[in-house]
């Protein structure tokens, strides 16, 4: 049990190095975790979860490039140009997802692993198999049940059951009051029903909590676009 919950510390520690350069633009930061993942991986073959965090960095690192634009403005996955999408790295997440799912010992990074694999295999926004998506979700509720990711299964069912749901999912989510990811959410889903009005008041919520400058001048673009 201890050297599971020692192996838990280092994929999660690995994963918060790659996030943060994945997030911030700091390429090398997260170069250096995807290259410390394989590391990890060469050592221990046989464990799925090595395989499932290394494939989850290389299909989000796919998409490191179409996330800004050439003005430097942040694009959601929906807005991105999948052509710009970086295939080798695709074709080795996928492989190394479905090597690791393939053992029957399904966990929290293999799943977000096939959530990003569900993803990247899309063609088109529009051609996402969000059922999919919204039962990989639900799976890892199963092994990762915090409110994070049931804001992610949220947005799973707002695209795949109807947005109304999504957005019902979304309000039970108290505990992400300060997290400006949630508002960001619920004022794209209600830009969507037509309800321009409260899309801007949770906007204009999510940019007052909003701490990165590329995700503050995404937020007030979106502000614009609603024309008020």
């Known amino acids: 049990m201890s050297c599971q919950r020692g192996l838990d510390a280092v994929l999660a520690t690995l ?3 790659f ?3 994945y997030s911030n ?3 090398s930061l997260a170069a250096e975790a995807i290259r410390l993942a394989r590391v990890l991986r060469d050592l221990m073959p046989q464990e799925p979860e090595t395989s499932g965090l290394l494939a989850l960095m290389l299909l989000q ?3 490191s490039v179409a996330r800004i634009d050439a003005d430097g403005r942040f694009r959601t996955l929906e807005e991105q140009d999948r052509r710009l999408w970086n295939q080798a790295k695709i074709r080795e997440g996928l492989t190394l997802v479905e090597a690791a799912l393939a053992r029957r010992q399904p966990a929290s990074y293999q799943l977000q692993a096939a959530i990003a694999a569900v993803h990247a295999e899309s063609l088109s926004s529009c051609g996402t198999d969000w059922a999919q998506i919204e039962r990989l979700y639900r799976e890892l509720l199963r092994h990762q049940d915090t409110p994070v990711v049931r804001l992610n299964y949220a947005v799973a069912v707002a695209m795949s059951r109807g947005l109304e749901e999504g957005l019902g999912l979304m309000e039970e989510l108290t505990s992400l009051e300060r997290y400006h990811l ?3 959410a619920r004022a794209d889903l209600l830009r969507r029903l037509g309800r321009t009005g409260e899309a801007a008041v949770a906007y204009r919520r999510a940019l007052s909590l909003a701490v990165s400058p590329i995700d503050q001048e995404y937020l007030r673009e979106r502000l614009m676009q609603l024309g008020l």
Request: hydrophobic share 25%; glycine share 6%; no cysteine.
């Open 25 to 27: 633009q700091r390429k």
């Open 61 to 63: 690192d796919s998409r």
């Open 182 to 184: 949630l508002h960001a």
């Open 19 to 21: 996030n943060e350069g």
């Open 15 to 17: 994963y918060l190095i």
